[in-house]
């Protein structure tokens, strides 16, 4: 994967961890960005490219996460508690309408 990011010009240089050899050790540096790409960085980015496109159930499922609190933070978006509210009152105004006074 490393070799295909270079030959796509990925090579920035960015800030990350790599393994030294020597020490066996990461050391933080300035590296090119294909350098410090893993299979792991693509299957966040599907989860986080793919959010909100596919349900959050089925893409739990792909990533392995079983709690949604859990993915929600994996993905870097943070949990709506707005929307537990919204779900609510709009169940208490179905209510209100399905009763006849």
């Given at each position: 994967?490393?070799?295909?990011?270079?030959?796509?010009?990925?090579?920035?240089?960015?800030?990350?961890?790599?393994?030294?050899?020597?020490?066996?050790?990461?050391?933080?540096?300035?590296?090119?960005?294909?350098?410090?790409?893993?299979?792991?960085?693509?299957?966040?980015?599907?989860?986080?490219?793919?959010?909100?496109?596919?349900?959050?159930?089925?893409?739990?499922?792909?990533?392995?996460?079983?709690r949604?609190?859990?993915?929600?933070?994996?993905?870097?978006?943070?949990?709506?508690?707005?929307i537990?509210?919204?779900?609510?009152?709009?169940?208490?105004?179905?209510?209100?309408?399905?009763?006849?006074?």
């Amino acid at each position: 994967m490393k070799e295909l990011c270079q030959m796509a010009g990925i090579d920035q240089l960015v800030k990350g961890y790599k393994l030294n050899v020597a020490t066996k050790r990461k050391e933080l540096g300035i590296h090119p960005k294909y350098e410090l790409l893993s299979s792991h960085d693509l299957r966040r980015s599907f989860a986080t490219n793919f959010f909100g496109k596919i349900e959050t159930p089925v893409l739990m499922q792909m990533t392995g996460h079983s709690r949604e609190s859990t993915f929600l933070n994996y993905i870097g978006v943070g949990e709506n508690k707005d929307i537990y509210a919204n779900n609510f009152m709009e169940s208490l105004l179905e209510l209100k309408a399905s009763k006849t006074y």
